[in-house]
């Protein structure tokens, strides 16, 4: 598939609003930036690798992830503050993709040493810093030179 | 001292690993666990075979946010060097990648951008 460059712009418009605090629905994206619910879903798919319903959970975990390490909020009060209507389904879905359910997860990251409200440094890693948290043994970075 | 490590961020580090091996054909060098992430690398089977590249997860916001921007304005966040692009397109479409730009010629080279469905554009291009 090669997609033009303004499908591209429609493409990149439709996952800011599938960020969006209330984001709304697949269809209405789609009907936003005027492209079928069907070619929309295929051509998400195509440029992003996950289906546009996949990246809005995705985007709701992001954020509930931050909620959890920084913010003053229950896990049920997280689980309703990034559109989650069940708690089961939100620690399932949360588990699934985090590895971890979202209670041990602000257990671990609260657990660490914190600057005001930010979220701590390696739930976040920056730019090649998680070599720093390599095992200190081993060729993990390189192979001894001859 | 000497270029031994570049990086890439990616949404998702297994998807990425996927589609950097059995995609674009390069190898894994290192995959270790590290907390919820991990440090992944791959290297071309065409060498050198210790210049790696780094598939790190994209989850620092600010990373996020330069990604992207240069999504959103079709720059590519990396190159790769093919000897023969057309045949190379060709191979990738029937794998169903999907591409910005088919080859075309740009100056000393012909390029090709294709979308690596974790985030980025990358760059492939033929010199001459």
Redesign the interface.
Known sequence: MVLTRDVLARLCRARDLLCEEHAPSVREVARHVEISLFHFIRQFEAAFGVTPRQFRIGSRIQWAKRLLAVGRLSVTDVCMEVGFSSLGSFSDTFARRVGTRPSEYRRRARAMIQDSGMVPHPLEPGCLSLMALLPESGDAISEKRE | MRI??T?I?V??QN?ALK?YTEVLGFQKK?D?P????K?LTVVSPEGPG?LEL?L??N?????KAFQ?AM??Q?IPLAAFETSDLKAEFARL?AL?V?????PTKRGPVTIAVL?D???NLLQLYQPG
């Open positions: 031994k490590l990086s961020m949404d998702d998807r589609f290192r270790i590290v907390g919820e992430y440090w210790d780094v790190e997860p989850a620092n916001p600010a990373g992207k999504f959103e079709a479409k169903g999907t591409f910005t730009q088919g979308s469905t974790c985030g």
